[in-house]
Every structure is written in structure tokens, then in C-alpha cells.
């Protein structure tokens, strides 16, 4: 559900936040007072474009920003992911859209940085606007075919298909990969072959690279490292004047000396643990120097091993690993086009079998959907009659497709509001009023199989009246069980059966206009309708609690969900 939107200098609005609760949220307020800002700012949250002048006059830039309650849109989060964008907390969303006089947009979901693009395909997953600002999923073939198989309980045979079919196209895939012209096959043989084998000649070892490294640095500075460890052993037991030598001559004044005075022995001692560990050092450095050799035919070799290393990685993998799996890889595809005549049969047979089992079950799919098609437009058909529409005809149309996951099948919702006029797609329907109170027809008959949370419906009640507007107000309140509707209205009869009201207030206050929220509680509701039905009087009063008691005493029980017949 939408749970808040914050609005600040859009239009008339310097700073406003809608509260919004379950069910049926009704707005109304005086013409002009700003209700259809609230529909362009929740409109820009979704991702529509932003018309500069729309910012209020005096300022550089815009906000919206709208608080979703997510929790329970299972497609959501793969969704966010696909996206790149930060998952929920709390199964909370957070879209906010900021654009300037210069023309800057900047927009974040959760706090991500996004794209107007991803703003849309979120928004498709929580709202379904019906009226001027249209962000209508039943508009879309897809979303109605999908709702159909929610209406008759297909989900799961519609998985099936979908499944098979991704099978199919792998197997179709695998086989493109086999067929070739002779020329081109004896080209694939003769090159796999050649990786393959040039691949296994070199005998690689996944961890040999950081040791052959390792071995040649100390192959090609042997000399360096001999010369050095010449020095060492000069200066420290060798040469003239070697450190050893002069530690022993030390040694020998310090026990002279301490055996003048004995509080020198700390001191001798201390030279002879020195002593020793320079003895100690000498043996080190002799045992690390017999293992440095010049050995130029070692030289070459590591030289060798390293530059076909190398070699071997910029032509399959960046390492030695990689360059393994290639050759696994080459040779596995060797094989399998040295049988391919085998290998193309044992394919064909496979999809043979899945291409059968698909048309199987695509008639079943087809058959049922056929099925579940006039229970669907009896429903739809029942509420549009108590929305005004007496002798309009609505129609589901089912034809023939190209497979694709939802099926073998195309859909087509259409309607005719009047006598005479032919049924057309609900997509060509021209009046935005007519289309909201299909849509709201539509949508009550589906409150159970309907995913979209969050219903808006903007001039629903236009050119309606009277019982036609209560029945309006009724299966608003209906849905309200199930979904969260939110309604601009001017029709008292709609507003009544609002789980809470709201009223938009303008006014003027030193030369600029204005534009505020108010949540009426039952006296200032009463007081709201009244307006409505035409003034404050005390005779309007009482027909507006009236209307209100009556409201309250309606049905409010969601449409149950018919039972497909068998």
C-alpha cells in the first residue's frame, strides 16, 4: 500500500504529506484546489516525464517522494535486484524524484541512484491508475492473460509451459551449434583440435606458474646472488679482518677480563652467545649459496616454460586454470562434433518429444482458459450494468499465438459502452471517465486474482450520478477489502463509502496561493458531504449523515471468487 507521498513546490503545493491508510481512501475538495496534484506527483514518483512548469513559481526545484508498504508484492524484490537497486527493509520501498528549473532529474529508490525506466517498471508492480494520469496494467495484453489464469487457477499449468518451453529453446540452441557446412565443420574440427592438443602438450599445472616465477628470478640472478653472498662470507668469516675473527679476539680479552673481575662474566658471555650465532650464520649462508648454481640450460628452460605460460593465457584464459577449463571445454566440443550425426538425432528426437508434450499442454491451457472466459465476463458484465452501463457488452477474446511463456495463446479485453458500436480493445476507449469505471467494473470482478496493491481512480464519477455513483462508492469499498483504493471524487454518493476522508483546501494568504490536506473526522466529514451535495444547510447536514449511515450498512464483502464450471 502507498503509505505516504511528500510533495513540495509542485503547482499550488509548497509542502504537503498525504497520509494514507487501507482500504478505501476518498479525496474531494473545491474545484481547483489542487486534488489533481496529488495524482501528477504520485504520476512523477511512478516515472512519468516532468514538465518544468510544473514547479512552483519562485523556486528551483522540485520533490516527490512516496513510501510504499511492499511487504507483501512477491515480485518486487527479484525485480530490484534485476535492477541493480537496494533491497526493501522492512518491506518498505522509498521512491523519490527531484527535478529542477534547469532541467535536472535525479530519482532513487531506497536511496540507490535510478533510472526513470526502472521507476516505471516498479511502479507497474504497485499502483494501477484509471483516469487522466493512466498507469494502467490491465491495459497491457499480458497483465490480462495473466489475470485470466489467476480468475480460473491456471498458474501453475501456465509454469508448466513455460518451463517446456525454455527446455525446447535450449535444446533448439544446442542443435544450431552442431548444424554447419561441411567446410565450416572440418574448419571447427581442425581448430578444436588444434587448442585441444596444444592445450594438453603443455602439461600445466593449476599452481606451477608462482613457482617456475619464483625459480627463474633466482636462475637469471645467480651470478648477482653469488657475487653477494661473496661479499657476506668476506666480511663476516672470511676475509681479512672478518667480523668472526675479531668476535674471537674479543672473546678471549673478555675472559682475561673476567677473570680479574668477575662481574665481567655477563659480559663474556654475552660475545660468546654473538660468537656462536655468527657461526651459526656462516653455515646458513654456505648451505644457501651451495643451492644457487649457474646453470644456463636451467636459464633457458624456466625462460621457456614462462613465455609459453603466458602464451597459452592470452589465447584461452588469464590463467592457468582458465586455460585448463578451455581445453576440457575444446575437447568436450571435439567430441561431441566428431558424433554429431548421433549427437543431431538424439537432439531431434528430444525435441520432437518436447515440441509434443508443449502442444499438449497448450491445448490444455487453451481449453481451460476458454473455459473460464464466460464466468469472467458474466462478473464483469454484472458490475458494469450496476456502474451505468445497461447495454454495454464486454468480451474476452482469445486467438491463436506464437508460443511464449505464458502459453500458445493472445487476449484481448473488449468492451462496447453502447448499443450499435462495435466491441473494441479497452485500450481505444476515448472517454477517461468511461475507461475508469471499466477498469473499476474490472477490477471488482477481480479484487482476489488482482496483483497490482495500490488502485487510483481519478474522475470515475464523471458524467455519473445519483444510484449509479452509490454503486460507485460500493464496489470502491468492496475492493477496499482487498486492495488499497485511493479516489479523487465530486460525487457525495462515492465519498460516503470511504474508509477515511481527506479534503484538499486552497487558499490565499500575502499574494500566493496555497494548498493543504485535512483528515475529517465523522463531524467535519458530514460537514465535507454536505458541501457536496450542494450547501451547509441544516436539511443537507442531515442528508449527508444520512448518506453516511448507509453507507457504513452496505455490503462491503469482496466479490467472492467463482467457481470455474467443469
Not at 516505471?120 to 484509471?130: A, N, P
Not at 496493491?453 to 460507485?472: C, H, K, Q, S, T
Request: charged share 30%; net charge negative.
Amino acid at each position: 500500500m502507498l503509505v505516504s507521498l511528500r510533495i513540495k513546490n509542485l503547482a499550488l503545493v509548497e509542502d504537503l504529506s498525504l497520509e494514507l491508510g487501507k482500504g478505501f481512501n476518498a479525496i474531494t475538495g473545491e474545484t481547483g484546489a489542487g486534488k489533481s496534484i496529488l495524482m501528477g506527483a504520485l504520476d512523477l514518483a511512478l516515472g512519468e516525464r516532468a514538465d518544468r512548469d510544473l514547479i512552483r513559481t519562485g523556486t528551483d526545484s522540485c520533490a516527490v517522494e512516496a513510501l510504499f508498504d511492499a511487504a507483501g508484492v512477491d515480485a518486487l524484490a527479484p525485480q530490484l535486484e534485476e535492477l541493480g537497486l537496494e533491497p526493501c527493509s522492512d518491506g518498505q520501498l522509498i521512491v523519490k524524484r527531484v527535478f529542477s528549473a534547469s532541467g535536472a532529474n535525479r530519482q532513487f529508490v531506497n536511496g540507490s541512484p535510478s533510472t526513470l525506466q526502472a521507476l516505471k517498471r516498479i511502479g507497474e508492480l504497485l499502483v494501477d491508475m484509471h483516469g487522466p494520469h493512466e498507469h494502467q496494467s490491465l491495459l497491457r495484453t499480458e497483465a490480462q492473460l495473466r489475470i485470466l489464469d489467476r480468475f480460473a487457477g491456471l498458474e501453475k499449468q501456465r509454469a508448466d509451459f513455460g518451463a517446456g518451453l525454455r527446455k525446447l529453446r535450449e535444446l533448439e540452441e544446442r542443435k544450431r551449434a552442431l548444424v554447419m557446412d561441411e567446410a565450416e565443420f572440418r574448419r571447427r574440427v581442425d581448430l578444436l583440435q588444434h587448442q585441444a592438443n596444444e592445450i594438453d602438450a603443455a602439461r600445466l599445472s593449476p599452481d606451477e606458474e608462482e613457482t617456475i616465477e619464483a625459480d627463474y628470478r633466482m636462475a637469471s640472478s645467480a651470478q648477482k646472488l653469488l657475487d653477494l653472498i661473496g661479499r657476506t662470507q668476506d666480511a663476516l668469516f672470511e676475509g681479512e679482518g672478518a667480523a668472526l675473527s675479531r668476535v674471537a679476539q674479543a672473546q678471549r680479552a673478555l675472559r682475561d677480563l673476567a677473570a680479574i673481575d668477575a662481574r665481567a662474566a655477563a659480559l663474556a658471555e654475552a660475545n660468546e652467545n654473538i660468537h656462536s650465532q655468527m657461526q651459526e650464520l656462516n653455515r646458513e649462508v654456505s648451505h644457501y649459496a651451495s643451492r644457487v648454481e649457474l646453470d644456463p640450460d636451467r636459464l633457458q628452460f624456466l625462460s621457456d616454460r614462462l613465455t609459453l605460460i603466458q602464451g597459452l593465457k592470452r589465447k584461452y584464459g588469464g590463467s592457468i586454470a582458465g586455460v585448463i577449463d578451455f581445453g576440457k571445454n575444446a575437447r568436450k566440443e571435439l567430441q561431441t562434433l566428431e558424433g554429431r550425426e548421433e549427437e543431431l538425432a538424439r537432439l531431434n528426437g528430444e525435441m520432437d518429444k518436447e515440441r509434443a508434450a508443449l502442444e499438449k499442454r497448450g491445448a490444455e491451457l487453451r481449453r481451460a482458459r476458454v473455459k473460464a472466459i464466460p464466468d469472467l465476463v458474466k462478473d464483469a458484465v454484472s458490475h458494469l450494468k450496476d456502474l451505468g452501463f445497461l447495454q454495454s457488452r464486454f468480451d474476452v477474446v482469445l486467438s491463436e499465438a506464437e508460443p511464449s511463456a505464458s502459453g500458445m495463446d493472445a487476449i484481448e479485453f473488449q468492451f462496447a459502452p453502447n448499443p450499435g458500436e462495435p466491441l473494441k480493445p479497452l485500450r481505444e476507449i476515448a472517454s477517461s471517465g468511461e475507461m475508469a469505471r471499466v477498469m473499476l467494473a474490472i477490477k471488482t470482478a477481480l479484487a482476489g486474482q488482482d496483483e497490482v496493491p495500490v488502485l487510483v481512480f481519478d474522475e470515475v464519477d464523471a458524467n455519473v450520478g445519483g444510484e449509479v455513483g452509490n454503486r460507485v462508492g460500493e464496489k470502491m469499498s468492496r475492493i477496499g477489502k482487498r486492495h488499497q483504493v485511493i479516489c479523487i471524487t465530486h460525487l457525495p454518493q462515492v465519498a460516503s463509502h470511504g474508509d477515511s476522508h481527506q479534503v484538499v483546501v486552497k487558499w490565499v494568504e500575502n499574494g500566493r496561493t496555497y494548498t493543504r490536506l485535512e483528515k475529517l473526522d465523522a463531524g467535519k466529514r458530514a460537514a465535507e458531504i454536505a458541501r457536496m451535495l450542494g450547501g451547509r444547510t441544516e436539511t443537507a447536514l442531515q442528508h449527508a449523515r444520512e448518506m453516511l449511515q448507509l453507507a457504513a450498512k452496505s455490503p462491503k464483502s469482496a466479490s467472492p471468487r467463482r467457481k470455474i464450471k467443469s
